[in-house]
């Protein structure tokens, strides 16, 4: 379908209504809300039922980030991990920021925007879980980050670098919030930081910027490992982003 989500979420909804037939939109169906707070669930017990000291997410709708912190919630009232002190932080990109604007403003009201982001999975400007991650955020006194499209491609690729994962914009806007985090103290070195990659790049290849990658190798070992050489060489010249 053409247009952004918004777009699609009205015209859905104009469509059900037209046609009789349930519009399933993931934050009107329990089961997928319920589904997401799991996450959470693993990730503490990974960790050997400690919580973290802090958990990042990139937020669209709010579904994720406000069900992780309900998972949360509930591994402390049934006794299986302390989770009051972890510090929830939201990350969103510039060109849709409505949650993390209303968190930094200090506002609790949602001011819906328009969309203009190359996060296209981010692309929700009336969010409909946006007041549950205000709550979530407020109540683990936790923060708000945005970041530039040329910060979010930055973080795309301080991640695959550093941990060899490629990821979609999405997880390149919570990297950039995850390093502005660090730049200003409010995550330290010796804590537990969980920071969840919600996409695989895969699937956003033709949004990247060009890599300066060899068009074509010949299939011999010395032209490959020739080639292998000159990757490498212009990765040491390089240095990771400070």
Not at 10 to 32: D, K, M, Q, W
Not at 44 to 49: A, C, T, Y
Not at 75 to 80: A, D, I, N, R, Y
Request: hydrophobic content about 40%; charged content about 20%.
């Amino acid at each position: 379908m053409a247009g952004n989500y918004d777009e699609a979420n009205r015209e859905c909804r104009r469509v059900a209504a037209a046609s009789g037939l349930e519009f399933a939109n993931i934050t009107l169906r329990p089961f997928y809300a319920e589904g997401a707070k799991t996450a959470i669930f693993e990730i503490v017990e990974q960790l050997g039922w400690r919580a973290p000291d802090h958990l990042v997410s990139a937020t669209a709708g709010g579904t994720l980030s406000s069900r992780l912190h309900k998972g949360l919630v509930e591994l402390e009232t049934v006794g299986l991990a302390e989770t009051s002190a972890t510090k929830m932080h939201i990350a969103q990109p510039d060109g849709c920021s409505p949650i993390a604007d209303a968190i930094i403003a200090g506002e609790p009201e949602i001011q819906p925007r328009k969309p203009t982001t190359i996060a296209h999975s981010l692309a929700i400007g009336s969010p409909g879980d946006g007041y549950l991650v205000i709550d979530a955020v407020l109540s683990r006194k936790g923060s708000a980050r945005t970041a530039s499209d040329e910060e979010i491609f930055a973080g795309i690729d301080l991640l695959a670098e550093t941990e060899g994962i490629l990821t979609e914009p999405a997880g390149g806007t919570m990297i950039a919030a995850l390093k502005k985090l660090a730049e200003s103290g409010d995550v330290d070195p010796d804590e537990t930081v969980v920071a969840i990659i919600t996409g695989n790049g895969l699937k956003t290849l033709d949004d990247h910027p060009a890599k300066p990658w060899p068009s074509m190798v010949e299939c011999e070992l010395d032209s490959m490992l020739a080639v292998l050489s000159e990757l490498q060489h212009e990765a040491v010249a390089q240095p990771l982003p400070a």
